[in-house]
C-alpha cells in the first residue's frame, strides 16, 4: 500500500526551530477505509461544506482525508445517553465522525481506540464536534494500540454561545501517536476544558498540539496536561491560547504536570499565548521534574518497591485526568481500563 507523508500539529505562529517543534511529519496509507464500519453506528451523511471546521491537526490531515475519500458521518445521540465506539484496529483505517448537540442538549461520547500487538498500520480518528447555543458535548477518549499501531487522533469543535465542551483524554501504550485539538469558542460565555493524561516508556511517542481559540466575549478555557516519561519515551506538546480581538473579559489558561523518571526521556512544552486584546486574562505554568525522592523513600519503607512506586505514579497520572470525566458511565470504564493495566504490575 502506498502512503503519502503529510505535516501535522503546526504551531501558529513558527517559532525558532532548533527543538524542531514547529510541526512534525507522519507517513499516512493512501486508499485506506473506514475502520468503524462494524459498529453498528446511527450514522448519516454529514455534508463536507458544513464541516469545515479547523481541527487540531490541521488543514493538511483535513486535505488528506478528503482526497483519499474519507467522508464524514454524522453519528445520531439519543439525549445524553452515552455515545460509546470502541474499536480494536486490526488494520489501517481512517474516519471522520461528526456530532452536534442542539440547543440546550448535552452529548456524552466516549471513544477507545487499541488493537493486539500483531497489527501494524496506521489509524486516523478526526472527530468534528459542534455545540449550539446552551449546548454542553462531554467527550472521553481512550487511545491505547498495540505496539505496531500508529494512531493520529485530531478533534475539531465549534462552541456557540453559551455552550461548553469538555475533552478528556488517556494516552497509553503503542508506539507513535499524534494528537491534535482546536476548539473556537465563537459565542460569548462559550466554554472549553481539555483535560489530558498520558504515560509514555519504552520508547513510546506523544506529539501533541491543541489551540483553544476565544472568539467571543466572556469565554473560559483551559488546558490540563499530567503525564510520566520513562525509558527512551518521547513527548512534544503544543499549548496555545489565544484571544483574538473582540473577545474581552475572556479568560484562558493552560497548565502542565510531568513526572520524568528517568535520564534517557525526551519532554518538549511549547506553551503559547497570542494575544490582540487588552481586557483578557491569559496564563500558563508548568511543573516538569523528578519525583521527589522523599516521596519515593517514604513508599519504598511502608514496603512498595521503587518499580511499583513509579507504577503508582504513572496511575496517578492517567487517573487525574479520568476523573474529570463528567458521565459517570464513561469515568467508570476509562478508570476501570486504567486499573487493568496496572493490576498485575
Given at each position: 500500500?502506498?502512503?503519502?507523508?503529510?505535516?501535522?500539529?503546526?504551531?501558529?505562529?513558527?517559532?525558532?526551530?532548533?527543538?524542531?517543534?514547529?510541526?512534525?511529519?507522519?507517513?499516512l496509507p493512501i486508499g485506506?477505509?473506514?475502520?468503524?464500519?462494524?459498529?453498528?453506528?446511527?450514522?448519516?451523511?454529514?455534508?463536507?461544506?458544513?464541516?469545515?471546521?479547523?481541527?487540531?491537526?490541521?488543514?493538511?490531515?483535513?486535505?488528506?482525508?478528503?482526497?483519499?475519500?474519507?467522508?464524514?458521518?454524522?453519528?445520531?445521540?439519543?439525549?445524553?445517553?452515552?455515545?460509546?465506539?470502541?474499536?480494536?484496529?486490526?488494520?489501517?483505517?481512517?474516519?471522520?465522525?461528526?456530532?452536534?448537540?442542539?440547543?440546550?442538549?448535552?452529548?456524552?461520547?466516549?471513544?477507545?481506540v487499541t488493537s493486539d500487538?500483531?497489527?501494524?498500520?496506521?489509524?486516523?480518528?478526526?472527530?468534528?464536534?459542534?455545540?449550539?447555543?446552551?449546548?454542553?458535548?462531554?467527550?472521553?477518549?481512550?487511545?491505547?494500540?498495540?505496539?505496531?499501531?500508529?494512531?493520529?487522533?485530531?478533534?475539531?469543535?465549534?462552541?456557540?454561545?453559551?455552550?461548553?465542551?469538555?475533552?478528556?483524554?488517556?494516552?497509553?501504550?503503542?508506539?507513535?501517536?499524534?494528537?491534535?485539538?482546536?476548539?473556537?469558542?465563537?459565542?460569548?460565555?462559550?466554554?472549553?476544558?481539555?483535560?489530558?493524561?498520558?504515560?509514555?516508556?519504552?520508547?513510546?511517542?506523544?506529539?501533541?498540539?491543541?489551540?483553544?481559540?476565544?472568539?467571543?466575549?466572556?469565554?473560559?478555557?483551559?488546558?490540563?496536561?499530567?503525564?510520566?516519561?520513562?525509558?527512551?519515551?518521547?513527548?512534544?506538546?503544543?499549548?496555545?491560547?489565544?484571544?483574538?480581538?473582540?473577545?474581552?473579559?475572556?479568560?484562558?489558561?493552560?497548565?502542565?504536570?510531568?513526572l520524568l523518571l528517568d535520564?534517557?526521556?525526551?519532554?518538549?512544552?511549547?506553551?503559547?499565548?497570542?494575544?490582540?486584546?487588552?481586557?483578557?486574562?491569559?496564563?500558563?505554568?508548568?511543573?516538569?521534574?523528578?519525583?521527589?525522592?522523599?516521596?519515593?523513600?517514604?513508599?519504598?519503607?511502608?514496603?512498595?518497591?521503587?518499580?511499583?512506586?513509579?507504577?503508582?505514579?504513572?496511575?496517578?497520572?492517567?487517573?487525574?485526568?479520568?476523573?474529570?470525566?463528567?458521565?459517570?458511565?464513561?469515568?467508570?470504564?476509562?478508570?476501570?481500563?486504567?486499573?487493568?493495566?496496572?493490576?498485575?504490575?
Amino acid at each position: 500500500m502506498t502512503a503519502e507523508k503529510i505535516k501535522i500539529n503546526s504551531l501558529v505562529p513558527p517559532t525558532w526551530n532548533r527543538l524542531k517543534v514547529n510541526d512534525t511529519t507522519v507517513e499516512l496509507p493512501i486508499g485506506t477505509g473506514s475502520g468503524l464500519t462494524d459498529q453498528g453506528l446511527d450514522t448519516g451523511k454529514a455534508e463536507p461544506c458544513d464541516w469545515k471546521i479547523e481541527t487540531g491537526c490541521g488543514t493538511e490531515l483535513s486535505a488528506f482525508l478528503e482526497k483519499n475519500g474519507t467522508a464524514p458521518e454524522l453519528v445520531a445521540n439519543d439525549g445524553d445517553k452515552l455515545v460509546s465506539i470502541k474499536k480494536t484496529y486490526t488494520e489501517s483505517a481512517a474516519d471522520i465522525l461528526c456530532f452536534v448537540a442542539k440547543e440546550g442538549q448535552t452529548v456524552n461520547i466516549l471513544t477507545d481506540v487499541t488493537s493486539d500487538e500483531k497489527t501494524e498500520g496506521t489509524a486516523v480518528l478526526q472527530v468534528l464536534l459542534k455545540a449550539e447555543k446552551g449546548a454542553k458535548i462531554n467527550l472521553a477518549q481512550v487511545v491505547r494500540p498495540g505496539k505496531g499501531l500508529k494512531v493520529v487522533n485530531d478533534i475539531g469543535s465549534v462552541a456557540a454561545e453559551g455552550a461548553q465542551i469538555n475533552i478528556v483524554q488517556v494516552f497509553s501504550d503503542g508506539s507513535d501517536i499524534s494528537a491534535g485539538c482546536r476548539t473556537a469558542l465563537e459565542g460569548e460565555e462559550a466554554a472549553s476544558e481539555n483535560h489530558i493524561g498520558l504515560v509514555r516508556t519504552n520508547g513510546q511517542t506523544l506529539d501533541m498540539n491543541y489551540v483553544m481559540k476565544h472568539l467571543a466575549k466572556c469565554t473560559r478555557a483551559e488546558i490540563n496536561v499530567t503525564g510520566a516519561l520513562s525509558k527512551k519515551a518521547q513527548k512534544t506538546f503544543r499549548g496555545t491560547i489565544d484571544f483574538v480581538k473582540g473577545c474581552t473579559g475572556s479568560d484562558g489558561a493552560e497548565s502542565e504536570n510531568m513526572l520524568l523518571l528517568d535520564d534517557t526521556i525526551v519532554n518538549k512544552t511549547v506553551p503559547l499565548i497570542l494575544c490582540t486584546e487588552e481586557s483578557v486574562a491569559g496564563s500558563h505554568g508548568a511543573t516538569i521534574g523528578k519525583p521527589a525522592e522523599d516521596i519515593l523513600f517514604y513508599m519504598m519503607s511502608r514496603g512498595i518497591t521503587r518499580e511499583r512506586a513509579i507504577d503508582i505514579l504513572e496511575r496517578a497520572s492517567l487517573e487525574a485526568a479520568a476523573n474529570k470525566i463528567e458521565n459517570a458511565e464513561a469515568r467508570e470504564y476509562v478508570l476501570g481500563i486504567i486499573a487493568g493495566k496496572y493490576a498485575d504490575e
